[in-house]
């Protein structure tokens, strides 16, 4: 059975860093990509990074560039989020998809967990 749990989130202060956690079973363990997403309450869900399991190449949102790095351990079928420098504006729900196919949906989700910041 395909599944995905984040895990890590919490309260943290502006200027704070904090990682999260992707943990995938079945299917998703050989996901072509994993992404972190994340919904902040009264908008729609947003694009956050993403790694590749083959070449591991990263992208990431232009708001999050150059503080959030997206990495994998493939031996632990985990992906991480390591967020640094955060602002209240990262406050949300976070979540992880699995891109089983490429140029498919991401066909995979986990629950989320909640990254609050205050300023």
């Known amino acids: 059975q395909a599944q995905l749990a984040e895990s890590g989130g919490g309260l943290v202060q502006a200027g704070e860093s904090l990682r999260l956690s992707c943990a995938g079973s079945?299917?998703?363990?050989?996901?072509?990509?994993i992404g972190w997403f994340r919904q902040a309450p009264g908008k729609e869900r947003e694009f956050v990074g993403s790694?590749?399991?083959?070449?591991?190449?990263?992208y990431y949102a232009d708001a999050v560039k150059g503080r959030f790095t997206v990495s994998r351990d493939d031996a632990k079928n985990t992906v991480f989020l390591q967020m640094t420098s955060l602002k209240p504006e990262d406050t949300a729900v976070y979540y992880c998809?699995?891109?089983?196919?490429?140029?498919?949906?991401?066909?995979?989700w986990g629950q989320g967990t909640q990254v609050t910041v205050s300023s």
């Open positions: 079945g299917r998703t363990s050989r996901a072509y990509r």
């Open positions: 998809g699995a891109q089983v196919v490429p140029g498919t949906s991401y066909q995979y």
């Open positions: 790694i590749n399991k083959g070449d591991r190449l990263t």
